[in-house]
T-cell receptor, first 113, second 111 residues
């Protein structure tokens, strides 16, 4: 069974530029999560989808971050404009249900200079 | 909002020694999950606990869920160098429904 796919793996941008990350979950997983993980900290939930609907986006900085999962399968997370403090690893995870085990992708390491 | 605290932040052990990490939530949980993240890697699911007082074992790993469903622990017996990594708990609150991760306990093992 293929795991969660993410791209790109690494991205370096200057502040005020925009960036987009892509995630393809495990086939059949209805729940998709985007997390931000800053070095030395645990993953922080940005947004959670159930199929193509948003379950929770209470910690998403909506003035600069957006995410979509239009067809209920793959998803994109965008940052525009980026700030220095957005430097982190962005992890995508999926699960078969709202309370199930989460399976993480390899993440995208973002560096904002 | 819900807070999940883990202690200790770091633990250095000699190979063969035991290791325990503790997870405490500010709210009652519907379930708790444990993950392991190797250096440079991504979190990998280990186990989920649902019932009050539940104890589950995976080889040398023992997971417990507190009676009040507000705390949990992970105990590793006779650590090996392959146990190196950061162990995270993620607690799902009964009302909010979303999981909150702790900041993890980083385990290093000296051979």
């Amino acid at each position: 069974e293929a795991g969660v796919a993410q791209s790109p793996r690494y991205k370096i941008i200057e502040k005020r530029q925009s960036v987009a990350f892509w995630c393809n979950p495990i086939s059949g997983h209805a729940t998709l999560y985007w997390y931000q993980q800053i070095l030395g900290q645990g993953p922080k939930l940005l947004i959670q989808f159930q199929n193509n609907g948003v379950v929770d986006d209470s910690q998403l900085p909506k003035d600069r971050f957006s995410a979509e999962r239009l067809k209920g399968v793959d998803s994109t997370l965008k940052i525009q404009p980026a700030k220095l403090e957005d430097s982190a690893v962005y992890l995508c995870a999926s699960s078969s249900g709202l309370a199930g085990a989460q399976y993480f992708g390899p993440g995208t390491r973002l560096t904002v200079t | 909002g819900q807070q999940v605290m883990q202690i200790p932040q770091y633990q250095h052990v000699q190979e063969g020694e035991d290791f325990t990490t503790y997870c405490n939530s500010s709210t009652t949980l519907s379930n708790i999950q444990w993950y392991k993240q190797r250096p440079g890697g991504h979190p990998v699911f280990l186990i989920q606990l649902v019932k009050s007082g539940e104890v589950k074992k995976q080889k040398r790993l023992t997971f417990q869920f507190g009676e009040a469903k507000k705390n949990s622990s992970l105990h590793i017996t006779a650590t090996q160098t392959t146990d190196v990594g950061t162990y995270f708990c993620a607690g799902r609150s009964t009302n909010a429904g979303k999981s909150t991760f702790g900041d993890g306990t980083t385990l290093t093992v000296k051979p």
